[in-house]
């Protein structure tokens, strides 16, 4: 039950029936949706599993970061917000936040995911499935709002990723920020709720997309995800891709910062001081996620490479 998405059906139908429209809302929300359910966490857990036993030298997580994040925890509703820079950013964190007693959270991920077979797991694991843009759709805009608003009042922990999309060169992308406006309005107007923003930086040896990204950088399309690619798994698992880095930044208040800008919570917050609230939020994520990411040998010596120009370096000099 959503106030505004019924004032939207009102006035989307005028003077006609709001039947129609209350049906394609709903049909909507099917598409959206996520049904997390026990067994498909597991199913992905043991995969995880695999990765960490199989794939991944070590797991390094940071445990003080991870202890800030349960005690806000017990005090509010999380908002996750990690960097992006593969798809394994999904699993691997909520294998991270599971052996850490945390509660696994409902992920937000792009509609582009929901394809069989792996789109009922992800949705049964905790995803919800949002179109790449919505500009201009007024109905699905209310139905991605009330949802959002439905999560959060429920206490269920979020996980959104700003950047939209998987960065190619390791470097964080500008924060995108659509679904994160909806998520700070509606925990502006859930009374009596503190929400808490988490920056967490996840950081790879080497990545598992290093060839697809390669591919990309020199002018090949990008491949669109299918059934077809999950073929290539069976390859990535014969590899080794180093250690993993995960950090926790300092968690934000909404309402801490709100007072910092002078914004009164509620849901009549003018647009121009909510954006400047979305913008400061977004920009301070973005600022720690960046302070605490971890420097990984290969970046290391990227760096080096890249700063000597295009003749190279002799491996002594290095």
Known sequence: KSEKLARVIRDLAGRGPTAPLEARARAMLRA????????????????ADLLTSHVFQA???DEEGMARMREAARHGTLVLLPSHKSHVDYLLLSWVLRKHALSVPVVAAGENLSFF???????????FFIRRDFKGD?????????????????????????????????KLLAPMLGLLNMVVD?????????????PISI???????????????LGHAKERESARSLVEVAG??????????????EPTELSALARELGVSPGDGVPPAKRRALVTRLAYRVMNEINRVTTVTPGALVATVLLSRGPRGLAHREL
């Open 117 to 127: 077979p792996v789109g009922p797991l992800f949705r049964r694991s905790g995803a």
């Open 186 to 198: 509606a925990a502006l107007g859930a009374e009596g709720t503190r929400v808490f923003f988490v």
């Open 32 to 47: 959206l949706a996520a049904r997390p359910d026990p067994t498909a966490l597991g199913v992905l857990e043991s995969l």
């Open 59 to 61: 797991i390094e997580v």
């Open 138 to 170: 007024r109905l699905y805009v209310a139905v991605v709002d009330a949802y959002v608003r439905k999560l959060l009042r429920d206490g269920h922990a979020i996980e959104l990723f700003l950047e939209g999309g998987r960065s190619r060169s390791g």
């Open 236 to 249: 990535v698992l014969r590899e080794q891709y180093g250690r993993v880095s995960v950090q926790v930044g």
């Open 203 to 217: 950081a790879y040896e080497r990545m598992m997309e290093d060839k697809a990204f390669a591919r990309e950088l």
